[in-house]
């Protein structure tokens, strides 16, 4: 597989590049879906193939294809130099394309897996979610029942022109589960353990962790009574939120507003820009002194986590936000120059076939020194936000609505009535600001989204989010509420 | 298989889905029952030049082929994909799917695969040589498959010749050449190829506080020419947008008549679309009851492969001609997208085809019978739109492709919306929607526009913005306009609507 990379080297090479790497990508995915008893889709999925990045001046050149030959690799690569030629041929003068400097390195590396996911008979893995998807619908009320899973393997073996030559094995799993309660006007829905389930870097140990069974009761119980609960009113009141929502609340109005290149304009005409000015690095206040986000490749069984990154860049540690100061962004070789930060070792393409782009790795809150039932027994009068339903926000990563499946009013620092339809909006930094009590220890939980989509054409990444139970003062809540 | 150009020819594909068809066959284990197999095989060289602080940033080319192979091994179903096309990977494909079937349970609800076209059980798609001849020159163009960095980099510097000083061009290029075959074990045989081409992109100046001044220009089509050829006059609109925005107010939360450009209205169809995929209605999450007057009597929207300019293929993943669907006929719920699987469970739509009328020679979908709305994840997401349009009011002679400045003049005071952003559903039965402005928000006094506004949050049930009396004029020229799944899905006019809820600003 090696040479098949190489060949692609070369042919870029030889075609007037003065730096390429590729990327010769085998991959293989399984996932199973359950509605109400009955499996949905059973699909197994397998590609090969190679990607190249071609720099030729200050143009990038990017080429893929499936199938690929020693032959069709090298012709690839040419390609891909080709394209970096027109690349230079349009727009405005720029100085010379720059690639920081990163250590070269010839190495493997392999995610640690406690039991293989594509060994687990499939059969199990249909009990499984059959099982779970009857224990939800012993709740009249909920209309569907749906269950699910996947497991994903990446091998890549990554060559460049400096002399990267690295192999990798990277594996994701997860599962989740979901009940829909059905009323005359309206849906209302309950996951577990979070909107779209729970993934990491590692085997089926993590779909087992999840006890989809055993969560069943609760999870369909709360659907079906969110059918009669009143709706979240509209106010400002404190909102303490739960851990996987904090973790989107992370992956929305930090991950992606500390996104180097987003930061330099260069996703502006879709995902967007960032209200970050790189003049404010280390100056700006992005939150309470509470707040301690780091972006880390290197968190044992978090979905972001892998050994190098797509330019052969060691998994590292950044701090973005360090007391509540931004003192970091997510970045790649040349944007890592333009902003004059080290690479963080946090360029991604999806499959074979995406361009390598700065993305997320593990972009964590770093855990506080509070516990879930401190903060609700510290709130007077507030509302406690669990699970994401919808999310929204602007293209600057400044003015944010979210949505919760549930959330249940705090009096006197006690849980109290449910409420369904909750919202709450904010613009970021007031938001962070904020956050005066936050949660550790064993409920910071290193949440996994499997759905970041960026770039054009667009690509999915999986991200990972340590995060956990915290509290924001004075939220605007109900934001929909008529 | 060999050859780059290979994986766009149709019947080089239809060739690897008889190899796949055959490798099934020699590993089916004897005595397990039918069992029957439909194959996906799809070629697609995408190519997009994008652009940033007005140069060239990224530029790729993908040439990929997929095989899909999906088995029903006595009603026990299951699928298996790979870009391997060589004899062992078709032989691994085989057996990845026969192994997943042989512990999968009996679905009750498989349909089986396609027949042979014709079958008086199934859809008729009785398409000629000649027809399959005219159905390829209609939706292919040669010039989108050759189409080389060059001339993708030229459309892009037309583009960005249009800014003016001060303003920084984003977006792309990009060529699209496609070409799919189908085969089933019960003898459907289909195979066709589809070009799409596009330029998009905005134009923006320096941020105004929290505010960054901003218009947006798109083209797609079919064909090339149609988008270089256009590449200039999307750039002018972008900058002539983008310098209107400078100098934008802070405006008050609240409901206000807009005219939403094509842009918007194709993110709230693309949404709506979804209320009327079968598996919705069926799974009791949508607001389409066929033949309920939900909707403005101003509009008539369909789903339509079949029409003129409509990008994409003319059969759906199952091998199933694409049906003209009418979804809304002067306002009133109509047919509703089926796949295989849905239309056999189609009783549970819950309405008879007579509650459907028409003027049109498509009379809705007969029960029971596939409207070609399948795809490759169909079975768990349901049937999907292929191509959306919605038909123009009457025609404002001169007015550019999309705007229609006969809709502003006719707003006292409201709000013109040229695109939206980062829309999200809150409730599926009511396609209640969260989303912002972008690119270009303008407050219209008396017909006038009097001046930009900063991005707004809006929170807005797409089935309550055009129900009945709330659309008060439908533009009278449609484009295909972009939206959150991606250009050349939908072909819509501007409107202009009595109201639509803002909650919110840049201050939250």
Not at chain 1, 233 to 239: C, K, L, N
Request: with cysteine; charged share 20%.
């Amino acid at each position: 597989m090696f040479d098949l990379a190489s060949a692609a080297v070369e042919g870029a090479l030889a075609a007037g590049a003065r730096y390429a790497d590729a990327r010769l990508v085998a991959a293989r995915g399984q996932s199973l879906s359950c509605l109400n008893g009955e499996i949905e889709a059973l699909d197994s999925g397998a590609e090969v193939g190679v990607g190249v990045r071609a720099l030729l001046g200050s143009g990038w050149g990017f080429a893929a294809l499936s199938e690929p030959t020693e032959a069709k690799a090298r012709a690839t690569g040419a390609r891909a130099a080709r394209i970096a030629a027109a690349s230079t041929a349009v727009g405005r003068a720029t100085a010379e394309l720059v690639l920081a400097p990163v250590e070269v390195r010839r190495a493997e590396w392999r995610t640690p897996v406690v039991e293989d996911p594509f060994t687990v008979p499939l059969s199990e893995k249909c009990d499984l979610l059959v099982a779970a998807t009857d224990a939800l619908r012993a709740e009249p009320r909920v209309g569907l029942a749906r269950a699910w899973m996947s497991a994903d393997e990446y091998a890549k073996w990554l060559v460049s022109s400096e002399g990267h030559h690295i192999a990798q094995v990277i594996v994701h799993t997860g599962a989740g589960m979901d009940a829909t309660a059905i009323g005359e006007t309206e849906t209302q829905r309950r996951s577990h353990p979070g909107a779209g389930g729970q993934y990491g870097s590692g085997g089926y140990e993590l779909v087992r962790r999840l006890d989809l069974v055993g969560n069943a009761p609760r999870v369909a119980a709360e659907a079906a009574a969110l059918l009669d609960a009143p709706p979240c009113p509209a106010a400002v009141t404190d909102v303490i939120l739960e851990g996987s929502q904090v973790a989107l609340q992370i992956h929305e109005s930090v991950g992606h507003a500390t996104e180097g290149d987003r930061i330099l304009g260069w996703e502006a005409a879709f995902a967007g820009t960032s209200f970050l000015d790189p003049t404010q690095l280390g100056r700006l206040r992005y939150g309470s002194e509470l707040m301690a986000v780091t972006a880390d490749a290197t968190v044992p069984g978090a979905l972001g986590t892998f050994g190098f990154d797509d330019e052969g860049t060691p998994a590292r540690a950044v701090d973005l936000v360090r007391d509540g100061i931004w003192v970091g962004v997510l970045s790649g070789r040349d944007s890592a120059a333009q902003l004059g930060v080290v690479p963080g070792g946090m360029v991604v393409g999806q499959g074979f076939s995406g361009l390598p782009m700065v993305r997320m790795t593990n972009v964590s809150l770093q855990p506080g020194p509070h516990r879930l039932e401190e903060i609700v027994a510290d709130t007077d009068d507030g509302l406690y936000l669990a699970t994401n339903r919808s999310w929204s926000i602007d293209d600057k990563r400044l003015n944010f609505q979210f949505g919760c499946e549930a959330a249940w009013e705090v009096k006197g620092g006690r849980l109290g009535r449910l409420l369904r339809n909750p919202t709450y909006t904010g613009i970021t930094p007031r938001f962070w600001a904020s956050m005066d009590r936050l949660a550790g220890g064993d409920e910071w939980v290193p949440w996994g989204i499997m759905n970041c989509g960026k770039g054009q054409p667009v690509q999915v990444a999986h991200t990972g989010h340590g995060a956990a139970p915290a509290r924001f003062r004075g939220v605007r809540v109900g934001a929909n509420a008529r | 298989m060999s050859g780059i150009d290979a994986a766009l020819e149709p019947d080089a594909l239809a060739e690897v889905a008889e190899h796949a068809l055959d490798a099934l066959s020699a590993r089916a284990p004897a005595g397990a029952g039918v069992v029957e197999a439909q194959v996906h095989v799809g070629g697609q060289r995408h190519a997009l030049t994008r652009f940033a602080n007005s140069r060239i940033h990224q530029n790729l080319e993908s040439e990929t082929v997929a095989v899909t192979l999906k088995v029903a091994v006595g009603g026990r179903v299951a699928a298996a994909s790979t870009t391997r096309t060589d004899r062992d990977g078709l032989a691994d494909l085989a057996d990845r799917a026969l192994s997943a079937a042989e512990v999968r349970p009996v679905d009750p609800h498989w349909p089986g695969v396609a027949g042979p076209t014709a079958d008086s059980d199934d859809d008729t798609d009785d398409r000629s040589a000649r027809d399959e001849a005219r159905w390829d020159e209609a939706r292919w163009d040669e010039a989108v498959a050759a189409a080389t960095p060059a001339e993708r980099a030229a459309a892009v510097a037309a583009f960005l010749a249009e800014g003016t000083a001060g303003q920084d061009g984003a977006g792309y290029c990009d060529t699209l050449a496609a070409a799919v075959a189908v085969a089933t074990t019960g003898g459907r045989r289909a195979r066709g190829r589809w070009t799409r081409s596009t330029v998009d992109g905005i134009f923006l100046t320096a941020p105004e506080g929290a505010h960054t001044p901003a218009g947006h220009g798109h083209r797609s089509s079919v064909r090339l020419a149609d988008v270089t050829g256009a590449a200039g006059a999307a750039g002018a609109t972008a900058a002539r947008l983008g310098a209107a925005s400078r100098g934008a107010v802070d405006l008050p939360p609240g409901e206000y008549p807009v005219v939403l450009m094509p842009e918007c209205v194709a993110e709230v169809l693309a949404f709506l679309a979804g209320g009327f995929s079968a598996k919705a209605v069926q799974e009791g999450q949508s607001f389409a009851v066929p033949g309920a007057p939900l909707f403005d009597p101003a509009l008539t929207f369909v789903d339509d492969a079949t029409a003129p300019g409509a990008v994409g293929l003319g059969f759906d993943s199952e091998g199933t001609a694409r049906r003209r669907v009418e979804l809304i006929l002067d306002g009133r719920c109509g047919g509703l997208l089926h796949d295989r699987r849905t239309a056999a469970r189609a009783p549970l739509d819950g309405a008879a085809p007579s509650a459907v009328t028409s003027t049109s020679t498509s009379t809705g979908t007969p029960t029971g019978t596939s409207t070609g709305h399948g795809h490759l994840a169909s079975d768990e997401w349901g049937p999907a739109p292929a191509a959306l349009q919605l038909s123009p009011g009457p025609a404002s002679p001169g007015a550019p492709q999309g705007d229609d400045p006969a809709l502003v003049a006719g707003i006292e005071r409201g709000v013109l919306v040229t695109c939206f952003n980062y829309c999200r559903v809150l409730d599926p039965k009511t396609v209640e929607v969260t989303g912002l402005t972008r690119n270009g928000t303008f407050w219209v006094v008396d017909g006038r526009v009097a001046h930009p506004v900063t991005n707004l949050r809006f929170t807005q049930s797409f089935v309550e913005a055009l129900g009945p009396g709330r659309v008060e004029a439908v533009g009278g020229a449609a484009r295909l306009a972009d939206c959150e799944w991606g250009p050349g899905l939908v072909r819509t006019p501007a409107l202009r609507l009595s109201a639509w809820r803002f909650t919110g600003g840049a201050a939250g």
